[in-house]
């Protein structure tokens, strides 16, 4: 049976105090659309099945080391450093039944995963987190900059955030996606979202939250909104949505903050004037 959505790209070992815990897109959007009711499944590289994804539909490529980041939280922005890469993931690396998924996420955390892998599912609805395809790697593993794709066409809708820009650029790059992307969705934090709809662009409020631990947020948001979308929702409704949700991630430390959909709806319930605008 194949999945409604599919995930592709790293999990990645989370450096804490103590070990590490799980992050990256894959494990995030994974466990989002999960519990918002869809059935996942998710291509991933590692050494081995990370126990909060058991019973989801998870492929592994074999990998002799897993991604590991550091998360180095300053005055608000982050600063990250790679310990460890797993493998990349190719074409050849999707299972066949996973290839008629109704909505598949490119969530590369540091290149793993191609662009062109979208072009494997043409009846899909293909996201793509762009954090991975901004990234760089530098001396010592310190995360940098890379120059933004230029074509980013095969995709319905594509999301960053400001931390994955220069900010001097960063408007020029983000219209000139939005003239090529049907939906591009720039999050800001706790300064909302900005979300374009065939070059039209509105603000998303943010919706209050307690935060703890911000990491994962723009990948909720990314899963929350394709999931709203898939269901029939607008995509600047679909964007409330998924800023409820990241607004709940963000509450509690790692993948535990990962909200159900109950969660979701009573936030939106419980702030009904942030909306889009």
Avoid at 114 to 139: E, H, M, N, T, Y
Avoid at 225 to 239: H, I, M, Q, R, S
Wanted: glycine fraction near 10%; charged fraction near 20%; proline fraction near 8%.
């Amino acid at each position: 049976m194949s999945p409604r959505f599919l995930v592709v790209g790293h999990v990645v070992q989370d450096v804490v105090p103590g070990g590490w815990r799980l992050g990256g897109t894959a494990a995030y959007a994974g466990l989002m659309a999960f519990r918002l009711g869809m059935e996942v499944a998710i291509v991933t590289s590692a050494t081995c099945l990370p126990s909060e994804l058991e019973g989801l539909d998870v492929h592994i490529v074999p990998s002799p080391l897993n991604t590991r980041f550091r998360n180095i939280y300053e005055g608000g922005t982050r600063r990250q450093v790679v310990e460890s890469l797993a493998r990349p993931i190719s074409a050849r690396h999707i299972p066949p039944k996973f290839k008629s998924a109704e909505v598949v996420l490119l969530g590369p955390v540091m290149g793993e995963v191609s662009p062109r892998l979208a072009r494997l599912f043409p009846s899909s609805i293909v996201g793509a987190c762009l954090q991975g395809w901004l990234r760089r790697l530098g001396p010592g593993g310190e995360v940098g900059r890379r120059r933004p794709p230029q074509n980013l066409a095969p995709f319905k809708a594509v999301f960053l955030s400001d931390e994955d820009l220069d900010p001097w650029e960063g408007r020029t790059i983000l219209h000139r996606w939005a003239a090529q992307v049907p939906i591009v969705a720039y999050t800001r934090g706790e300064r909302g979202a900005e979300v374009a709809w065939n070059g039209h662009w509105r603000h998303i409020g943010a919706f209050p939250a307690r935060v703890v631990d911000p990491t994962g947020a723009g990948d909720v948001f990314a899963a929350a909104f394709l999931v709203a979308l898939y269901e029939g929702t607008d995509p600047f409704e679909a964007a409330r949505f998924a800023s409820a949700a990241a607004s709940l991630v963000v509450e509690q430390e790692g993948v535990r903050g990962v909200p159900w959909r109950q969660a979701v709806e009573a936030r939106l319930r419980a702030y009904p004037h942030v909306g889009c605008h």
